[in-house]
């Protein structure tokens, strides 16, 4: 048996299921990348000036830099002024003030999705804040985590509600000038989620966003922040969906984890973003800055990935380890199928001493698909004791993928102990023989290998994401490899 | 382009100026613009700089304090019997040109050959699609000086060929272009030790490039030594092209120049290629080394296994960037490739960067890196038998590289390799004598 | 010739070895035994000198020296042996390479002259009968490529070798088939000439059968809670530690 070409294609089928559009009204801002956009996404969100000042040094910022182009990516130029830069859909007056006043068509999307809105059907335990295209729609269990002190809301309402900590924490980790796609998210971010969890206090239930791309010719901006406070821990969780179109569309994030003493930040994605077509059409192009700072003693931030969408992954969630004894880790599954191609992995920076970090990343590559994973072990002299464990593996299921490792190591301790080790090859035939010899049927078997193969990285996921991790990942290959 | 950047370069160039006309064949008018072409590409392109991810880890800055003259080939004092050679016959390069008097032509083995570059200048313009890459147009620029060895097909040299690149001593800084061109006959096989020295008071920038052309079913095993003293500037390229089932087995060692830069490009690209290459660098005080290595298996069947190791101590700084690339339908590949290094000392750094570059899927690719100082729990074990403790670092530390001297198949080599090393690891640790 | 006195150590902030005390005079065997995580590996790595078991108070004394000021090798010089549990795997190091910089280092340490290669193989040849080594292992690299039982063999051959006062063998039996065992045993049993002390842990009484231990001490929580002759063993093996850890509480 062979994993020949064409019974990859043969086998590779696309099924996105969360491919549909929801038609609904809307308000959005025309097409082009200026000042008065900025301004008028500020407006729209009723910002104070501070905010708008920082956006436009920002857009000042970003108007001197010029595209990173060093990632093993190929695309052709992005047209930043086609692109709308804000869509919300219409809203009565002045919003919902509760889900009963949210649009049906809205809370009948994210049921679609999975993600049903109202409280009694939801998962228990997990909190919900839902972003369609530039807004939020809905958080829910707001009320029960006020109860512990916990602040979970929209971006624009952190804004008004909780200026001081957003003003704070707000550009501390990922500064407006740190990147071009950064500074520009910086310039014109729309909506996202905020998390506060304050000292010593343990998160009731597990947070969650979800993010939804649903208009045309709209990119998504969203800015996310989580503060935790000295001795907090909490669990978040992302998902991302957007609708099957031909045309290319961008989501530039920023994420910035903020960890203080003790605190402990486990951040896990379920990234599913429209892939594009068998041929390379449409697909989302998806430039994203994820960073979190370990700012005390003991703190951890822990992130997870599971990267199956997306025409274009362009992503290193990272973290400064800056506390003594502080903790990073990085476990990230990404599966490129079609022509897809990924380029990310993680950046750890060791300032404090006895600091350590984990990094386990597993790539997945298909037909024509390019998955380059990318990473950063930086240890500075004072990081006295510090440790680096890197694990790289990656499978290629057909002859014409690629799968690429690019770690930089770069080492100024001799106290520090650093391990990188990397592997590419393709599903072994003795254990898909094996199975199949047991009477498994190769679909299976090849699934069964593949999930064995991101094992290590799925234990990492709480345990609703894990179970739909596996689901994505067998629909993503759906049968991958003869 | 920084401005010490620019004033490097001017110099350089302004070298070339000066020199163009008395460079070999200069009225030859293919000649004459190869090089002048080779300048161009050069100004038009600037000196590397850390922005260029080549060069990321590596500042040519302290290159502008330097105002490098160009030698031509010039009669030496020194008698065969100074020289720190190997063996009996040496060929010999002082100051980038092959020595007529220090090289014995007549005790060359039968089989092979050996000239200057003269007859071969038209070829060697010929042999290499224009790269990116300031040096290689920095020695295309005075094209000249260095050797052409011709080894026939199916002999089988059983002394090693030994090249001893010499630099004598100056009174102002100068620099040397050769360009070392070997061509082993198919079936050949032949063992080349080459080795760059200094000369006390030399402080010098070599800039060679090695050719290594390996035809069909030959072996060569390859010993470079680069022992230059620390006021050197040390860039070197080795091109190695392997033709159907050839092999090239190599131990490469940085161990001396203040800066050093080599890059080792290998290209497998025909069927059932094999190449084992080992390498060790040792970097203290506050030198620089970096090793660029390369290896693009472009043919299916083809084999690679890479261990290079790192020492680094004092206020050194060790850079190595293993690149190994599988090509579309290069399918049945075996690529290995480990970095190890030690940093010995608290202001010591290393920046490592293994690659893989897959477009093939029946591979078994692996790459590996590791960071630290000496096994502790290792330490502690010899220690609690009774060895002191600096003696049982100098016996990991002479474990660390002991594989890579040991793998050196002739024993004369492996002694010269071993020797080279003792004086190194014994100012680090002295090994007592125990045997 | 060693005396504990309520010794304290923790590893990693946890204190593992609570007040323990021991007394072991010239030629005797002492058994340690305890369950898993009573402090027995630690005891003995402690006697030994290693890094990252820290001693917040108490002292130990071999032969009216304070030995946890020394240095390991100073330890080893000093007459003290430690056969390790996973004995440590050193590649590009020769096995007698490092046995003869050993031997050396502590004869210089007791200001004795370095023994020449001819007397030392001779001695290296006569030790590895005791404890049937393959002579093949003894130029391979320290421990690499070994079989468990090898390694514990290797372990009492260097034992044998650098000959200590007081040898402090840790789980040597652990891994160990009953022909390795035995061997093991022998060898031990060999080195006993009435002067040379031996402290033994182990975790199952089977080890006790061919050593025989003059004291046997049951250590739990980090302290002794148990002493008594070699009949001490047979009766943990039947009842198990529950009953004397619980008999102490």
Redesign the interface.
């Known amino acids: 048996m062979s994993t020949r070409n064409e019974d990859v294609t043969r086998l590779v089928k696309q099924d996105y299921a969360a491919g549909f559009y929801t038609d609904i009204e809307q308000d959005r801002a025309p097409p082009g990348l200026n000042e008065d956009i900025i301004a008028l996404i500020s407006a729209k969100k009723n910002e104070p000036q501070w905010l708008l000042d920082a956006r436009l040094a920002a857009f000042a910022q970003f108007q001197r830099m010029s595209e990173p182009d060093w990632a093993h990516l190929h695309y052709p130029p992005i047209d930043l002024q086609s692109i709308s830069y804000y869509a919300a859909p219409k809203r009565k007056e002045d919003g919902p003030k509760s889900l009963d006043e949210v649009d049906p068509k809205l809370l009948e999307t994210y049921e679609k999705l999975g993600i049903p809105l109202h409280e009694q059907k939801m998962l228990a335990g997990v909190a919900v804040d839902a972003v369609f295209d530039s807004v939020s729609v809905a958080t829910t269990f707001k009320g029960k985590l006020a109860e512990a002190g916990v602040i979970f809301c929209s971006f624009s309402e952190a804004v008004r509600e909780h200026p001081e900590l957003v003003r704070k924490y707000l550009g501390s980790v990922v500064p407006a000038g740190d990147n071009y796609f950064a500074a520009l998210n910086a310039a014109v971010f729309s909506d996202g989620s905020f998390v506060y969890i304050p000292k010593n206090t343990r998160c009731p239930m597990e947070l969650s966003t979800y993010f939804r791309i649903n208009a045309m010719n709209t990119g998504q901006f969203e800015r996310t922040l989580i503060v935790a406070d000295e001795g907090s821990t909490v669990s978040y969780l992302e998902g991302c969906t957007a609708p099957m179109r031909d045309e290319n569309q961008l989501h530039a994030a920023v994420v910035e984890l903020v960890a203080l003493r003790d605190a402990n930040i486990k951040y896990s994605t379920v990234q599913n973003w429209y892939p594009g077509d068998e041929q390379g059409r449409g697909g989302i192009y998806n430039f994203v800055t994820k960073r979190g700072d370990c700012r005390g003693a003991n703190a951890k931030i822990s992130w997870t990935q599971v990267e199956t969408g997306s025409a274009i992954t362009w992503k290193y969630p990272s973290c400064i380890l800056r506390g003594e004894n502080s903790v990073g880790e990085f476990y990230s599954v990404a599966l490129t199928n079609n022509y897809q191609q990924a380029d990310t992995g993680t950046k750890m920076v060791h300032i404090g001493r006895n600091t350590r970090s984990t990094i386990v990343s597993k790539g997945i590559s298909a037909r024509q698909a390019q998955n380059a994973y990318r990473g950063l072990v930086r240890i500075l002299p004072g990081a006295e004791g510090a440790r680096n464990y890197t694990q790289c593996d990656s499978l290629l299921l057909g002859d014409r993928c690629g799968a690429h490792t690019f770690p930089y190591i770069e080492v100024r301790n001799p106290s520090a102990k650093v391990e990188h080790e990397a592997s590419t090859s393709r599903i072994s035939e003795d254990q898909l023989f094996y199975l199949r010899s047991r009477g498994i049927p190769q679909e299976d078997a090849v699934n069964m290998i593949v999930n064995g193969f991101c094992k290590d990285v799925f234990k990492e996921l709480p345990m609703e994401f894990a179970v739909e991790a596996n689901k994505l990942l067998a629909v993503s290959l759906e049968g991958a490899v003869g | 382009m920084t401005a010490a950047l620019n004033q490097a370069l001017d110099s350089l160039a302004g070298e070339f100026e000066r020199v163009a006309a008395t460079l070999p064949a200069a009225d030859q008018r293919s000649v004459a613009n190869h090089r002048t072409a080779a300048v161009d590409r050069l100004r038009a392109r600037g000196l590397p700089v850390t922005r260029d991810?080549a060069w990321k880890?590596t500042d040519l800055k302290s290159l502008a304090g330097n105002r490098f003259r160009f030698t031509g080939p010039s009669a030496t004092a020194l008698t065969r019997q100074q020289l720190p050679a190997l063996t009996a016959h040496p060929i010999v390069l002082v100051n980038g040109w092959l020595d007529p008097v220090l090289t014995d032509l007549d005790a060359l083995p039968t089989g092979v050959s050996l000239s200057g570059l003269d007859q071969h200048l038209t070829a060697l313009m010929q042999s290499r699609a224009p790269v990116d890459d300031a040096f290689q147009w920095l020695n295309d620029a005075f094209l000249g000086a260095g050797l052409h060895v011709n080894i026939d097909a199916g002999i089988a040299i059983d002394q090693p060929l030994e090249i001893i690149c010499l630099r004598t001593a100056t009174d102002e800084p100068a620099m040397c272009h050769p360009r070392l061109r070997l061509d082993i006959g198919a079936g050949a096989s032949v063992t080349v030790l080459e080795r760059y020295v200094d000369l006390a008071g030399a402080q010098a920038l070599t800039n060679v490039v090695t050719d290594i052309v390996i035809g069909q079913t030959a072996t060569v095993t390859h010993c470079r030594i680069q022992a230059e003293s620390p006021a050197s500037y040390h860039i070197g390229r080795t091109y190695v092209d392997l033709a159907r089932d050839a092999t090239y087995q190599a131990t490469h060692f940085d161990i001396g120049a203040g800066l050093s830069r080599t890059d080792i490009n290998i290209e497998q690209h025909s069927e059932g290629s094999v190449v084992g290459l080992d390498g060790l660098m040792f970097v203290d005080g506050k030198r620089h080394c970096d090793c660029h290595l390369n290896i693009d298996h472009a043919a299916p069947r083809t084999r690679s296994t890479v261990r290079y190791k790192g020492v680094i101590d004092d206020e050194g700084r060790g850079v190595f960037n293993g690149r190994i690339l599988v090509r579309?339908?290069a399918?049945q590949i075996s690529a290995q490739l480990h970095n190890r290094?030690l940093?010995?000392?608290?202001?010591?750094?290393?920046?490592?960067?293994?690659?893989?570059?897959?477009?093939?899927?029946?591979?078994?690719?692996?790459?590996?890196?590791?960071?630290?100082?000496l096994?502790?729990?290792?330490l502690?074990?010899?220690?609690?038998?009774?060895?002191?403790?600096a003696?049982?670092r100098a016996?990991?530390l002479?474990?660390?590289v002991?594989?890579i001297v040991d793998a050196i198949a002739d024993s004369k080599l492996r002694q010269l390799a071993l020797t080279e090393l003792a004086g190194l690891l014994a100012a680090l640790e002295p090994l007592?004598e125990?045997? | 010739m060693l005396s504990i006195n309520n010794l304290h150590a923790s590893v990693a902030g946890k204190e593992i070895l609570r007040g323990l005390n021991l007394e072991v005079k010239p030629g005797e065997v002492h058994a340690i035994m305890g369950p898993n995580g009573s402090g027995k590996s630690t005891l003995a790595n402690v006697i030994a000198g290693r890094d990252g078991y820290e001693v917040t108070a108490g002292e130990v004394i071999f032969n009216g020296k304070p030995l946890l000021e020394l240095a390991p090798e100073e330890r080893a010089g000093e007459g003290i042996f430690l056969a390790f549990q996973y004995p440590v795997e050193i590649p590009g190091v020769n096995n007698v390479y490092m046995l003869k910089a050993a031997l050396n280092g502590i004869r210089k340490y007791r200001g004795e002259s370095e023994l020449d290669a001819v007397k030392f193989l001779n001695l290296v040849k006569q030790k590895t009968r005791l404890v049937e080594l393959k002579e093949s292992l003894l130029n391979r690299p320290v421990n690499e490529g070994f079989s468990g039982g090898e390694k514990k063999r290797n372990e009492i051959f260097q034992m044998a070798v650098l000959e200590p006062k007081l040898a402090v063998l840790d789980e040597t039996d652990s891994g160990l088939d009953i022909d390795a065992l035995r061997i093991v045993a022998n060898g031990v049993n060999q080195l006993r000439d009435g002067e040379r002390s031996f402290v033994v842990v182990t975790h199952y009484q089977r080890l006790l059968d061919y050593i025989v231990p003059d004291v046997v001490h049951v250590l739990a929580g980090g302290r002794i809670v148990k002493s008594g002759p070699k009949e001490l063993a047979l009766e943990l093996e039947q009842r198990g530690y529950d009953w004397v850890v619980g008999q102490a509480a």
């Open positions: 991810e880890y579309q339908d399918q290094n940093l010995l000392s608290a202001r010591a750094e290393i920046d490592t960067k293994p690659e893989l570059e897959i477009y093939a899927d029946d591979v078994q690719c692996a790459h590996g890196a590791t960071v630290g100082q096994d502790e729990t290792a502690f074990y010899l220690r609690s038998r009774g060895v002191p403790l003696t049982a016996l990991l002479h474990a660390f002991g594989d007592p125990l045997t």
